[in-house]
């Protein structure tokens, strides 16, 4: 039992050493980034008097969340409503994490683990369908890359054991291993040092990239899009 508890300590201390490496290596890279000077698109405005750079900025950074805006997403709603699982589960398993090691009480309580473990055993059927697709779309095995595969992989594990930490932490019989969140914690801490040298490191530019395009389009009068 003392060993077990001394484990658990060792694998909260890393967790939060991860954390601070993932942040460090973050801020160089936004220091990096911002040493850049924004471009400055020299054309007319396109159309001022229904959108500007600022419109077409505020558009483009939230495009993410509206699925009719775009043909790809509209056409292929149930694609799309794969990604929101997802993603949602990563918030799960990461809140999952941190909150096991400073409000354990919450993890525990009923509505916490019903909301959290529902999201990590959605998520992981995600991953499970992703992984299969990436194996065997042919499209997909052309774009692919090892980082793509082993991130996949990885992750999908990490949905499934978050789920049945999730269930330990509740009480739920079958489940009451403390090695579960030690595990789950050690692989949460290698996630957070992997990601910013991994492709997963995308969602770090992702607000850079969509507010420049947005800004741009909607200077040139594209975005917003136009209905009718």
Known sequence: MHESSSLLHTAEVVHWIALIVMAVVYTMRLRWLFKFKPGVDRSAPGSPARTNAKRGGFYSLFNVA???????????????????????????????????????GLVAAR????????????????????????????????ISTPDDYFSLFMLT????????????????????????????????????????FSKISHYLYYPFTRLWIGRTLGHRGSYPIARG
């Open 66 to 104: 509206m699925p009719w805006s775009m043909e790809s997403t509209r056409k292929g709603f149930a694609f799309y409503l794969t990604f929101v699982i997802f993603h949602i589960g990563v918030v799960a398993g990461i809140s999952l994490a941190f909150l096991s090691t400073i409000a354990p």
């Open 111 to 142: 509505p916490f683990a019903w909301v959290c473990g529902v999201a990590l055993v959605a998520a992981f059927g995600v991953a499970v369908y992703r992984v299969f697709r990436r194996l065997f779309r042919p499209v997909m095995k052309l």
């Open 157 to 196: 594990i990490w949905f499934g054991l978050g789920a049945v930490t999730q269930a330990h932490l509740a009480g739920v019989a079958g489940f009451e291993s403390v090695n579960l969140l030690v595990a789950y914690l050690f692989l949460t801490s290698f996630f957070l040092i992997y990601v910013p």
